[in-house]
């Protein structure tokens, strides 16, 4: 065979070859293209269904805003109508009240149409009684001054000019007595004005025992206090420093000591005892022992109160613990941290009269008897005490000279020294501040009197304001206006000399004219 031959064959298989191949991937890709538009047929129908079921779902959606919609309106539509209805029933009721007005206010003009023509019949009826009163009133004047031989114009010109000169006469003796009362009591005033304006504070008083009594539920708590062989008073009076009297007084018992603070504690202590029903040594001495822990606090806080409230800032915790300390002493029945706020409030108020800083003074007020509170026994008095702790406790020189000098242990350096001294005896010299055995308060008030009646001219006197004023009267037939100033300054200083007292007393003389006559 020719090579040609063989080419053409070779050639002409590959040929066929290739559009077998060829015709068989055209076949395969016809079947691609129909998978492919059956899945896009099929993608078709499942995106027309969720659009068809979002269609859905917003017809729904749109369909229930709008059926809201319609119900709010209606709602409101409602609402509108009840509005209306309301109106409708007030502007009614309105109507109605209107109705009724208009009826009564009818009925009200009538009755002033009535009474306008009774007060028209009135007022004729008297100004008919007033022309004929005018007419007796003309009578009787011309009759008084045929009487008198004097027309009413000379009468009463006459009565004027006697008035005149009576009320001149008067006023004459009215303004030399009340000049001649200045001069007498013008320094005296002047002096006392700052005093007397303190003395006005309102203040408690508050008097301490030497005792207090505790009471109980029963007189079987009593054997129970005692113990067995008396062991648990023993501990309880060991422990707390007092002297408890147990007898047959019904349910009470006494703690007997002159610290009230030690007092205090065993009360606490005891009812804390009572309370919890469980009483013997070892628990005496732990409840006694956290009631003194409980004490110190609660003088401390009163401390910083009492600071707090005066307004005093910037003090040490010890002279604040201190001044708490003070409500649980006394002296000669004067509680002390009464009497000290007394006497920081005088303070504050005097300084403030005479131009100096009422904060420094309220301080030293406050601060004067610290030194009757110490926690140890002290050999100096307690004022020079209570000037070094306050020294010890960097207070400014002004309250230091001030607790030193007010009573006169040290010189007095400043100003507010001196108005510690005084309002310290205001305070302490006020009546009713200070316990007095009643024996020796009357047998005080007798003496004065009978100093007062020994006078020449005196009639009788009067101790009055408990001991704190003196009312003399004379008689007036034996003394002059002039003497009575002598008689007042005679007293006054025979008191100073004659008599112990506290504060001062104020002497008034009284002498007075009197006329008495009866009708029988």
């Known amino acids: 065979m020719e090579p040609i031959y063989v080419i053409i064959v070779v050639v002409t298989g590959l040929a066929l070859g290739f559009l077998a191949g060829y015709f068989l991937k055209i076949k395969s890709l016809q079947k691609k293209a129909e998978q492919i538009l059956r899945d896009a047929e099929a993608e078709g129908e499942i995106i027309k269904k969720d659009k068809n079921l979002q269609a859905k779902d917003k017809f729904i959606e749109l369909k229930e805003k709008h059926e809201k919609f319609v119900t709010e309106k209606n709602k409101q539509i409602t609402a509108k109508e009840n509005s209306l209805n309301q109106r409708e029933v007030a502007l009614k009721q309105r109507k109605d009240e209107m109705s009724k007005r208009i009826k009564d206010f009818e009925l009200e003009k009538k009755a002033v149409d009535t009474l306008k023509a009774q007060t028209d019949a009135l007022a004729e009826t008297l100004e008919k009684r007033q022309i004929e009163l005018e007419k007796l009133h003309k009578q009787e004047v011309e009759t008084l001054e045929r009487i008198s031989g004097m027309s009413a114009d000379e009468a009463k010109e006459q009565m004027r000019k006697s008035l005149i000169a009576e009320a001149k006469t008067e006023a004459m003796a009215e303004a030399n007595e009340i000049i001649e009362e200045a001069k007498i009591n013008a320094n005296k005033q002047a002096k006392n004005v ?55 007084t019904p349910e009470s018992i006494v703690l007997s000591s002159f610290d009230p603070m030690r007092r205090e504690i065993a009360r606490l202590a005891l009812h804390q005892l009572v309370t919890d029903g469980r009483i013997h040594p070892a628990r005496i001495e732990e409840v006694v022992e956290k009631t003194k822990n409980q004490v110190e606090e609660e003088v401390l806080e009163l401390g910083k109160k009492t600071t707090i409230d005066l307004g005093i800032h910037g003090m040490s915790t010890e002279l604040m613990r201190l001044v708490g300390k003070m409500k649980y002493r006394s002296s000669y029945g ?187």
Do not use: W
């Open 194 to 248: 700052i005093v007397k304006t303190i003395q006005r504070i309102g203040t408690e008083v508050a008097i301490e025992n030497a005792v207090t009594v505790f009471h109980i539920e029963n007189d079987e708590i009593k054997g129970r206090i005692i113990g067995r062989e008396g062991r648990n008073i023993r501990a309880l009076e060991a422990a707390t420093g007092i002297e408890i009297i147990v007898d047959d």
């Open 334 to 520: 004067q509680n002390l941290l009464q009497h000290s706020r007394e006497t920081a409030k005088l303070c504050a108020v005097m300084a403030a009269e005479v131009g100096l800083n009422p904060a420094v003074a309220k301080r030293a007020g406050l601060l004067h008897d610290i030194g009757k509170v110490s926690d140890e026994d002290i050999d100096v008095p307690h004022a020079i005490y209570g000037m070094k702790l306050a020294e010890k406790f960097k207070e400014k020189p002004e309250v230091v000279n001030a607790i030193g000098s007010h009573h006169d242990e040290v010189e007095m350096t400043s100003l507010y020294a001196p108005i510690v001294q005084v309002c310290d005896a205001i305070s302490g010299a006020r009546p009713g501040a200070r316990r007095e055995v009643a024996e020796s308060y009357i047998k005080r008030i007798k003496a004065l009197e009978e100093l007062a009646r020994s006078e020449q001219g005196v009639v009788k006197t009067y101790a009055i304001q408990a001991g704190r004023e003196l009312r003399v009267i004379v008689g007036s037939d034996r003394v002059s206006d002039q003497d009575i100033e002598r008689i007042s300054i005679n007293i006054a200083k025979r008191i100073e000399e004659e008599m112990t007292y506290p504060g001062q007393i104020k002497i008034t003389v009284i002498r007075e004219n009197r006329a008495v006559s009866y009708a029988k």
